[in-house]
Nanobody, 122 residues
């Protein structure tokens, strides 16, 4: 059974930073593409960033230059460092796993965590 669990969300002011974490179990972590997604109230879920099993990242234009995705395969862990946060970043953030080999932030993913809330105030 694949399990993903996010942590690190919270409430911050615009311009501040947060670091999200996701720990996985039930799979061989270093064999899969991983990603971060977010969903704001009343809006569609959108891809944020992805990282290949070898550590190569990709980012949506809305976060490029501000967010950094990384992974620690030995710990079955995925991270998202979010800098210079904006009110538009407010959303529930999810980590996800993609079982197919191609890896990008805009692709479909197969397994999801429960999400962690990020709130950014002006």
């Amino acid at each position: 059974q694949v399990q993903l669990e996010e942590s690190g969300g919270g409430s911050v002011q615009a311009g501040e930073s947060l670091r999200l974490s996701c720990e996985g179990s039930g799979f061989t972590y270093n064999r899969y593409c991983m990603g971060w997604f977010r969903q704001a109230p009343g809006k569609e879920r959108e891809g944020v960033a992805s990282i290949t099993k070898d550590g190569s990242p990709s980012y949506a234009d809305s976060v490029k230059g501000r967010f950094t995705i990384s992974r620690d395969n030995a710990k079955n862990a995925l991270y998202l460092e979010m800098n210079n946060l904006k009110p538009d970043d407010t959303a529930v953030y999810y980590c996800a796993l993609r079982s197919l080999s191609r890896c990008a932030w805009y692709l479909e993913y197969n397994y999801w965590g429960q999400g962690t809330q990020v709130t950014v105030s002006s």
